[in-house]
């Protein structure tokens, strides 16, 4: 991996590399990096692999090179402004009075704001202390740390900043520090989230290099696709009049109260789900008039001046105003390559959404331009083929066209998003591809155990079957069990029932501790289950012999009212291909994937991945595309098989 790395960096081709668990995939990409010519940026999309590469592998690998190089390589970390101390805010931010970042948690209003003065005052006093001591203002470097809300009323986003220049804190910013730290670094280490609204917004924050290395690369195009998404609700409207109030005559933030008013009645109206065609009117309405009364606040609060009385508090509004004025604009414009849907949550909090249908073509045109791009996972070859993630990166790919008649849909599904395709530019998107493979042996560590006699699954929570299914499977091991959920009912009926006939196990749930303590217990006590959803699919780490069992209680496809996928579907289906093999069995499979992947940690780890969902035996069209995204585990559909193995496992 690592001499092909630096062979792409040579003849300056994209590469992407498959690389599983163990492998030591990072060392392998910082090796080359460290000897190639030029800045080079890593990329990831986790914080716990950002502080793995800066706390342990860079110190280590600067060290060994220095004698080679005749230097000591230098890095940094490069994130957003919403990670640092902003002076300028914890100036400007009073722990006795309400701000208006305060009601962008959770938008609280001002009654709660008595409940909340004592305990955010006392955070931002600590806060204050801890700026005196702080050599980076760097929110992860706060330990202990402080509440989301405290942290909002001390940091700036960057849309709202209004730039060292006119800042009277400017020379001492610590965001600011921290690019200038980037700018002499030899090699920069930042997140997908920051390379996405760098590509979005005419890379302008990261430093110009000529290599970039993409880590956990199968979550880059929906990191991109979050920072294209923008939302509305009445709240945001109601505060974008508040702030301001202060700078224009009262009848014009009326009209964005008015638009409020009108976008609360739109979204009580329209159903929760995608908007189709036209936008419904009521929703129209509120748009227009948010669109007018905005454009108008704009005009009226005029150039923010150094020498204006407060310009951050000016700028923060102007900013405000303007963003939502262009989301407004944007869904009235109702593009195809738009979708818009209604979005309702458990807590009945309402808002309008709008994101692109696809990120390929803005991947396509931003992140392969002018820097050679390595882009790297453990789960890029879905179905043994890098095609599919090649394209979702904005990669051309050809495929052979097989005879009529002898394509499956899933052949004939990814023909039809080619023939979409085949229209864009692909000039200088030449790549090539490697699996590493791994060095463990995946078929003497562990069994893939498919559940086939258990009836389809046909609810959102957990049949009795599969319930049952699963008792028999922990309690032949005593526990050491992962459980990976579709959704939290089932997670939450999972732990019901290992409770109530399992004496004797603990069984953890996510949610009613935090995530880190919950692991920790998990990895320190053999007799306990850990019972989650989504997150705990990827990242969650636990070698030996405290996880030996990973329960999947069903595929993971997206949802059929999830708003984006449906419109992706659709869209595939309108140039005659298969919707769900194009866009869910894809999704299915990386996420099936990195569930998987939370058993064989090293080389010594053990034991059994269970699916109690029929589907991955007996669907013929997606079932072997799904298996063969998998490592090549033993595989049984026999439940007396894996459970003597399971009673053979508890036993060592």
């Given at each position: 991996?690592?001499?092909?790395?630096?062979?792409?960096?040579?003849?300056?081709?994209?590469?992407?590399?498959?690389?599983?668990?163990?492998?030591?995939?990072?060392?392998?990409?910082l090796?080359?990096?460290l000897l190639?010519?030029?800045p080079?940026?890593?990329?990831?999309a986790?914080?716990?692999?950002?502080?793995?590469?800066?706390?342990?592998?860079?110190?280590?690998?600067?060290?060994?090179?220095e004698?080679?190089?005749?230097?000591?390589?230098?890095?940094?970390?490069?994130?957003?402004?919403?990670?640092?101390?902003?002076?300028?805010?914890?100036?400007?931010?009073?722990?006795d009075?309400?701000?208006?970042?305060l009601?962008?948690?959770?938008?609280?209003?001002?009654?709660?704001w008595?409940?909340?003065?004592g305990?955010?005052?006392?955070?931002?006093?600590?806060?204050?202390?801890?700026?005196?001591?702080?050599?980076?203002?760097d929110?992860?470097?706060l330990?202990?740390?402080?509440?989301?809300?405290?942290?909002?009323?001390?940091?700036?986003?960057?849309?709202?900043?209004?730039?060292?220049q006119?800042?009277?804190?400017?020379?001492?910013?610590?965001?600011?520090?921290?690019?200038?730290?980037?700018?002499?670094?030899d090699?920069?280490?930042?997140?997908?989230?920051?390379?996405?609204?760098d590509?979005?917004?005419?890379?302008?924050?990261?430093?110009?290099?000529?290599?970039?290395?993409?880590?956990?690369?199968?979550?880059?195009?929906?990191?991109v696709?979050?920072a294209?998404?923008?939302?509305?609700?009445?709240?945001?409207?109601?505060?974008?009049?508040?702030?301001?109030?202060?700078?224009?005559d009262?009848?014009?933030?009326?009209?964005l109260?008015?638009?409020?008013d009108?976008?609360?009645?739109?979204?009580?109206?329209?159903?929760?789900?995608?908007?189709?065609?036209?936008?419904?009117?009521?929703?129209?309405?509120?748009?227009t008039?948010?669109?007018?009364?905005?454009?108008?606040?704009?005009?009226a609060i005029?150039?923010?001046?150094?020498?204006?009385?407060?310009?951050?508090?000016?700028?923060?509004?102007?900013?405000?105003?303007?963003?939502?004025?262009?989301?407004?604009?944007?869904?009235?414009?109702?593009?195809?390559?738009?979708?818009?849907?209604?979005?309702?949550?458990?807590?009945g909090?309402?808002?309008?959404?709008?994101a692109?249908?696809?990120?390929?073509?803005?991947?396509?045109?931003?992140?392969?331009?002018?820097?050679?791009?390595?882009?790297?996972?453990?789960?890029?070859?879905?179905?043994?083929?890098?095609?599919?993630?090649?394209?979702?990166?904005?990669?051309?790919?050809?495929?052979?066209?097989?005879?009529?008649?002898?394509?499956?849909?899933?052949?004939?599904?990814r023909?039809?998003?080619?023939?979409a395709?085949?229209?864009?530019?692909?000039?200088?998107?030449?790549?090539?591809?490697?699996?590493?493979?791994?060095?463990?042996?995946?078929?003497?560590?562990?069994?893939l155990?498919?559940?086939?006699?258990?009836?389809?699954?046909?609810?959102?929570?957990?049949?009795?079957?599969?319930?049952g299914?699963?008792?028999?499977?922990?309690?032949?091991?005593?526990?050491?069990a992962?459980?990976?959920?579709?959704?939290?009912?089932?997670?939450?009926?999972?732990?019901?029932?290992?409770?109530?006939?399992?004496?004797?196990?603990?069984?953890?749930?996510?949610?009613?501790?935090?995530?880190?303590?919950?692991?920790?217990?998990?990895?320190?006590?053999?007799?306990?289950?850990?019972l989650g959803?989504m997150?705990?699919?990827?990242?969650v780490?636990?070698?030996?012999d405290?996880?030996?069992?990973?329960?999947?209680?069903?595929?993971?496809?997206?949802?059929?009212?999830?708003?984006?996928?449906a419109?992706?579907?659709?869209?595939?289906?309108?140039?005659?291909?298969?919707?769900?093999?194009?866009?869910?069995?894809?999704?299915?499979?990386?996420?099936?994937?990195?569930?998987?992947?939370?058993?064989?940690?090293s080389?010594?780890?053990?034991?059994?991945?269970?699916v109690?969902?029929?589907?991955?035996?007996?669907?013929?069209?997606?079932?072997?595309?799904?298996?063969?995204?998998?490592?090549?585990?033993?595989?049984?559909?026999?439940?007396?098989?894996?459970?003597?193995?399971?009673?053979?496992?508890?036993?060592?």
């Amino acid at each position: 991996m690592a001499k092909a790395i630096a062979a792409a960096a040579e003849k300056e081709e994209h590469l992407l590399v498959q690389a599983g668990t163990g492998t030591g995939k990072s060392l392998a990409y910082l090796v080359p990096s460290l000897l190639v010519d030029g800045p080079v940026v890593i990329s990831t999309a986790t914080l716990a692999l950002q502080s793995q590469l800066v706390d342990h592998d860079l110190p280590r690998l600067a060290e060994a090179v220095e004698p080679v190089l005749g230097r000591r390589p230098t890095y940094a970390v490069l994130k957003g402004r919403h990670h640092y101390l902003c002076l300028a805010r914890l100036e400007g931010t009073s722990a006795d009075e309400p701000d208006d970042a305060l009601f962008d948690v959770g938008e609280a209003k001002p009654t709660k704001w008595l409940g909340e003065a004592g305990r955010l005052g006392k955070q931002v006093d600590r806060l204050r202390d801890w700026a005196q001591e702080t050599e980076t203002g760097d929110r992860d470097e706060l330990d202990p740390g402080v509440d989301d809300g405290a942290w909002k009323l001390v940091s700036m986003p960057a849309r709202e900043c209004v730039g060292a220049q006119r800042c009277p804190y400017g020379p001492e910013c610590f965001a600011e520090a921290s690019r200038a730290r980037a700018r002499e670094a030899d090699i920069v280490v930042t997140n997908h989230s920051l390379l996405a609204v760098d590509m979005l917004t005419g890379r302008q924050i990261i430093p110009p290099h000529e290599l970039l290395v993409v880590d956990e690369a199968h979550e880059l195009a929906d990191r991109v696709s979050s920072a294209s998404q923008a939302e509305l609700t009445p709240e945001t409207l109601e505060r974008g009049a508040r702030r301001c109030r202060a700078y224009v005559d009262d009848d014009v933030a009326d009209r964005l109260m008015e638009a409020g008013d009108v976008l609360t009645v739109a979204l009580a109206e329209v159903p929760a789900g995608r908007v189709v065609g036209e936008l419904p009117t009521v929703l129209a309405e509120a748009l227009t008039l948010l669109d007018g009364g905005g454009r108008q606040a704009v005009e009226a609060i005029g150039e923010v001046r150094a020498d204006d009385a407060d310009p951050v508090r000016k700028q923060q509004a102007k900013t405000m105003i303007t963003d939502l004025v262009k989301i407004a604009q944007r869904m009235l414009a109702n593009a195809e390559h738009d979708v818009t849907w209604v979005e309702r949550d458990e807590r009945g909090r309402r808002a309008v959404v709008i994101a692109p249908l696809t990120v390929a073509g803005t991947l396509a045109d931003h992140l392969f331009s002018e820097r050679t791009v390595v882009a790297t996972s453990a789960t890029l070859a879905l179905g043994g083929q890098f095609e599919t993630v090649a394209r979702s990166l904005g990669l051309p790919v050809a495929l052979e066209r097989a005879p009529a008649g002898a394509k499956s849909k899933a052949e004939e599904a990814r023909e039809a998003v080619v023939r979409a395709d085949e229209a864009r530019d692909t000039a200088g998107l030449a790549w090539t591809s490697l699996d590493v493979g791994s060095p463990f042996d995946y078929a003497k560590q562990g069994i893939l155990y498919v559940a086939a006699h258990l009836p389809r699954p046909q609810t959102s929570g957990l049949s009795e079957p599969a319930a049952g299914e699963m008792v028999e499977l922990v309690q032949a091991l005593g526990g050491r069990a992962l459980g990976l959920f579709s959704s939290r009912k089932a997670a939450e009926r999972a732990a019901e029932v290992l409770r109530a006939r399992t004496p004797g196990i603990t069984i953890l749930l996510q949610g009613e501790e935090s995530l880190p303590i919950l692991v920790r217990k998990f990895r320190e006590d053999r007799n306990s289950c850990l019972l989650g959803v989504m997150s705990l699919w990827q990242g969650v780490d636990v070698p030996g012999d405290a996880c030996q069992l990973v329960i999947i209680d069903r595929l993971p496809f997206p949802r059929p009212d999830e708003p984006l996928s449906a419109a992706r579907s659709d869209a595939v289906q309108a140039v005659g291909g298969s919707g769900f093999a194009a866009v869910s069995v894809p999704i299915a499979a990386v996420r099936l994937a990195q569930g998987v992947g939370r058993l064989i940690r090293s080389r010594g780890d053990k034991g059994v991945v269970a699916v109690l969902d029929s589907r991955l035996e007996h669907a013929t069209s997606y079932g072997p595309f799904l298996r063969k995204s998998l490592p090549p585990f033993w595989y049984t559909t026999k439940p007396e098989v894996v459970r003597g193995a399971l009673r053979r496992l508890a036993t060592t």
